[in-house]
């Protein structure tokens, strides 16, 4: 009878490198997805006297949008579809033929602009339920900042004959001034049980 022989083994010096390679690869291929959110700017915290003072917001200053758990929308006391939220919205933060029910118009000095009517008090109030979903959620958020967009491009073309993303900084702080993008969002609540 011979010898046995042993079985040569696995050269794994390389298995390392190879690894390392490979997950390198994965890493430059492969794509994350990336989270999305609302651009928002906080407000500044507010001063220790202030936070003793009721802020007090006449009623005609407010535009309310609710949303409850069947993603049934309302804005102010109507029901409606989410295509109108847009134009009530525009007619809301601008309100041209200054009617008694939409925000009071004010005379207000405007860098580059002059004396301007501007509804500086208004705000849109965007209200939901603990069940409204996200994709009604962020479609009324669009519609928003879109009211916000068109106004201020229309004003920006009528006063400097360009949108305003292409306007220089302090032409932009001007057309802000005029639309000021103020809505505030109310903790979510949950209707038709014990609160």
Known sequence: MGKKRKMPGLNTSSTADISFMLLIFFLVTTSM???QGLARTLPKPPEEDELNNEIKVKERNILNIRIN????L???DDYADISEVKPRA????ANPENRPNLPELKPKQVKLLGTRMVT???????QTDRGTSYGIYFQVQDQLVAAYNELRDELAKQEFGYKYQFLTKEE?????EVYPQKISE???KQYGKGQ
């Open 186 to 188: 109310a903790e979510p």
């Open 69 to 72: 758990k069947d993603d049934y």
């Open 74 to 76: 309302m804005i102010g």
């Open 90 to 93: 525009k007619e809301f933060i």
């Open 172 to 176: 932009q702080e001007a057309i802000r």
């Open 33 to 35: 997805d990336t989270d």
């Open 120 to 126: 500086e008090n208004h705000v849109i109030s965007v």
